[in-house]
């Protein structure tokens, strides 16, 4: 009878699959809590102490590691040197090993975890298994992962395994491990400055994308195991998505996360918004949105940090748009997009400051920086000018600086009511910057007089503000830290405008 090596962590499907090769005629070997789950639930299973004739031992650090599992995982069937001496010891073999790891990634990700417990969850044995069975594939099935056992069911009660099924499976367990080995590593590793000194891992590919940034670039989309990412991403209807529209949503998520409690809803086209406001309902939050530039949304995506109703949906159907993201949506709100068949619909969930590293492409390598991270605390915001802000300019000035945190640098935002009336973005200098969010305020028909102005960067020569107060804007919120603060403070001054210094800027490359 063909025999079948089951341990482990995640028990999910485990007790099916087991009576699935129990139904075939497979015998059952088992470990600890595996074996304990298995015969809870009636299926005959052989203790793996009965195979090694040796006890477990060491807490569980000694189970597996025995020449009668590792023999029975190892050794050829078509080799007659390897027969004979497995069957000298007394080795049977062993067909399929299903084998999943300690969750040393959940360990280490909870708060105030100790070095002793992390320790305690590296796998020795399970990773053993797996390799020595994925290295020996043509004859031992391994399988890593729980959302494989009805697939191997299907396979099995086909008849024989097609090698290149054989080599996938093995593919897999190899890309398991080493990405196991290389958190484990991570971990152990020293770092300098707050940032490993040596990066590695492995991205499973997600999705097969028709082309990149343009038809002829090759494209598909490669995920981590992180938690709160486009792992997360589930798509609803629609056509398939782009690599432009991946990064667009990426970028639309992240417009609205800097307001946890007040539903927001943020317009985006390539990568920057277009419209972004915040208000007491997600229709509400849209209308505004749309109101900031209702041209340049024709075509954009939009994304919510709250659920989206059927009342919402109603009023957003009316306009062309590529992608709508939330982290939920309204079964109603769901029919009402589903008479657009092209739209595409997608539900991912908000990131509100989880702490982590962010990754950019260069050629050859990768730059690595802490994850941005708005910080709402208002800690070492200062006044330097004569007129503080009123009530009303502060709300807008908080607004301002959260939001333009979002927008591609050189950034400048004009807000009035907690809405962006106008976005001045990627540009050169920063007066041009200036210059276009009025511009586009005006051209939307907004009337930047009585707005407020928010700047990611500082502001290098009293011109931008000089420019700003000729528009009508009254109070402004920027970083500083310019050898001419002095100097742009003054001009503030002069013109009657209200200044907030925050101290941190906000670039977004």
């Not at 009965?50 to 050794?75: A, C, I, Q």
């Not at 609205?256 to 927001?264: I, Q």
Request: proline share 6%.
């Amino acid at each position: 009878m063909p025999r079948a090596l089951l341990s482990v962590s995640d028990k999910r499907g485990i007790v099916a699959f087991a009576q699935g090769l129990v139904q075939l005629g497979w015998d059952i070997i088992s470990t600890g809590g595996t074996a304990a789950a298995l015969k809870a639930a009636g299926v005959p299973v052989q203790a793996v102490e009965s195979v090694t004739k040796f006890p477990e031992m060491l807490d569980g650090r000694v189970k597996t590691l025995h020449p009668m599992v590792h023999g029975g995982l190892l050794g050829r069937r078509d080799n007659p040197v390897h027969l004979r001496a497995m069957e000298e010891h007394g080795i049977t073999p062993i067909d399929l090993v299903a084998v999943n790891l300690y969750p040393f990634r959940a360990t280490i990700s909870q708060p105030d975890v100790s070095f002793e417990d992390a320790i305690e969850n590296i796998d020795i044995g399970g990773p053993s298994m797996l390799r020595s069975a994925a290295k020996n594939h043509e004859f031992v099935l391994p399988v890593v992962e729980p959302s494989d056992y009805a697939e191997v069911l299907v396979l099995l009660r086909a008849g024989a395994i097609p090698v290149e099924t054989r080599r996938a499976y093995a593919a897999k367990v190899f890309a398991h491990t080493a990405d196991y080995d290389s958190a484990i590593a991570a971990y152990l590793t020293p770092r300098e400055d707050g940032l490993p000194a040596r990066l590695g891992g492995s991205l499973e590919r997600m999705a097969s994308l028709r082309y990149g940034e343009n038809p002829q670039q090759r494209a598909a989309l490669y995920v981590t195991e992180e938690p709160r990412g486009i792992r997360d991403l589930k798509q609803r209807q629609g056509k398939e998505l782009s690599f432009n529209n991946i990064l667009d949503l990426d970028a639309a998520m992240a417009a609205v996360a800097p307001w946890p409690t007040r539903p927001a809803c943020a317009i985006i086209k390539h990568t920057t918004p277009c419209g972004l406001a915040v208000a007491s309902s997600a229709g509400e939050a849209w209308r505004r949105a749309l109101a900031t530039d209702p041209q340049s949304a024709f075509g954009g995506v939009v994304a919510f940090n709250t659920v989206v109703d059927k009342a919402t949906a109603e009023e957003m159907v009316g306009l062309f748009l590529e992608v709508i993201v939330a982290p939920s949506f309204h079964d109603e709100a769901l029919k009402v997009f589903a008479a657009k068949k092209n739209l595409r619909v997608v539900e991912l969930p908000v990131s509100h400051g989880e702490q982590g590293l962010d990754y950019k492409c260069v050629r050859g390598g990768f730059l690595v920086q802490d994850r941005f991270q708005f910080d709402s605390s208002e800690e070492g915001w200062r006044v330097p000018t004569v007129r503080h802000p009123t009530e009303a300019e502060w709300s807008d000035l908080r607004f301002g600086w959260a939001g333009v945190a979002t927008v591609k640098s050189n950034a400048i935002l004009l807000v009035r009511h907690e809405a962006a009336i106008g976005i001045g973005a990627g540009q050169m200098s920063r007066v041009d910057s200036s210059f276009l969010a009025v511009h586009k305020a005006r051209q939307q028909g907004h009337d930047p007089r009585g707005s407020v102005l928010a700047s990611d960067g500082f502001f290098p020569f009293p011109d931008g503000v000089e420019a700003a107060a000729a528009a009508g804007v009254t109070a402004i919120i920027q970083p500083g830290g310019s050898v001419k603060d002095e100097d742009v403070i003054a001009a503030a001054d002069r013109l009657g405008l209200a200044m907030v210094l925050t101290g941190a800027r906000q670039f977004r490359h």
